[in-house]
């Protein structure tokens, strides 16, 4: 088989396609800090300094996650066809995304990771996607920790499976909730309202109020002119790309939280949509 599979879902079935080797990118242009985190390619992750063991902390090197979360995606039949990786200037902390093999009508299925060995937050990942559009990221939701703390009995490998499982799990319901967002109507007034409501009630960056309003209105791209939850969610996540890295997924996790209570289940799906399966068929 040359290049990498493609696992797509579609009415219902997972096809698998033949892609080229050179889908598979490097580019490091996510979740940096400008100031205080650099851009790196995942050859540099080799590179990033690993502090001392102690009696109570076990430091998780970060090439040595990425290569266990690979490792982990390969046996489940997935693959890794983008990443993205920013670390502090010290190389103590790491946020990344991993893209893979696994896409729904118009979505890419992401794996968010972070780690840090300076304590400052646990090991912790994230089901996610990117629309291939235009490119704009959305999580499931926050970084949901995988181990309470990194100590010398840490198997990194099994944590990692868990991890994994669970959010290979969670790509259905996550496709059904896009399915659900893109079906899901509101009025004008209703956007309004929940522009409003964003940016002056939960505390979104009040600088890109305008430009959420004219994404939604004057949408750039012709797939968000119908007036939808989703089309509402990309003039979010579209605008956040104006913000620095780390504040952009600082933002994107709480547009998933804000977005999730939207969602109602009364939205009639279009039979033989649902995903069926997972990676390994």
């Not at 109570?56 to 039949?77: G, Y």
């Not at 990771?113 to 937050?121: E, G, P």
């Not at 791209?221 to 913000?243: D, I, V």
Request: glycine share 6%; charged share 25%; net charge neutral.
């Amino acid at each position: 088989m040359n290049g990498l599979q493609e696992t797509t879902y579609r009415h219902g079935r997972l096809l698998l396609e033949e892609t080229d080797s050179n889908m598979v990118q490097a580019n490091s242009r996510l979740m940096s800090d400008g100031l205080k985190t650099q851009r790196i390619a995942r050859s540099d992750l080799e590179f990033l300094p690993v502090p001392e063991a102690t009696d109570t902390f076990q430091p998780i090197s970060h090439k040595a996650l990425v290569d266990a979360l690979e490792e982990t995606l390969n046996l489940r039949s997935f693959r890794i066809v983008g990443s993205d990786f920013a670390a502090s200037q010290d190389g103590m902390k790491l946020f990344g995304l991993l893209e893979i093999n696994a896409t729904t009508e118009g979505v890419r299925f992401a794996i968010g990771l972070r780690n840090s060995n300076d304590k400052s937050m646990r090991l912790g990942l994230v089901a996610g996607y990117k629309v291939n559009v235009c490119d704009n990221m959305m999580f499931e939701g926050d970084f949901k920790p995988l181990l309470a703390k990194h100590t010398k009995n840490l198997d990194l490998i099994e944590s990692v499976s868990v991890g994994v499982d669970r959010i290979h799990r969670g790509f259905e319901p996550l496709s059904r909730s896009i399915k659900t967002k893109r079906l899901t109507r509101i009025t004008n007034d209703e956007a309004r309202v929940l522009i409003y409501q964003a940016f002056m009630e939960e505390r979104f960056p009040i600088s890109l109020i305008k430009a959420v309003h004219r994404n939604y209105f004057s949408p750039a791209h012709e797939e968000f002119l119908y007036h939808s939850l989703w089309s509402l969610e990309n003039a979010f996540t579209e605008s956040f790309k104006e913000l620095a890295p780390v504040r952009q997924y600082e933002m994107t996790a709480k547009l998933g939280r804000f977005i999730s209570p939207l969602i109602t289940a009364d939205v009639q799906l279009p039979a033989g949509n649902v995903i069926n399966g997972g990676g390994n068929q």
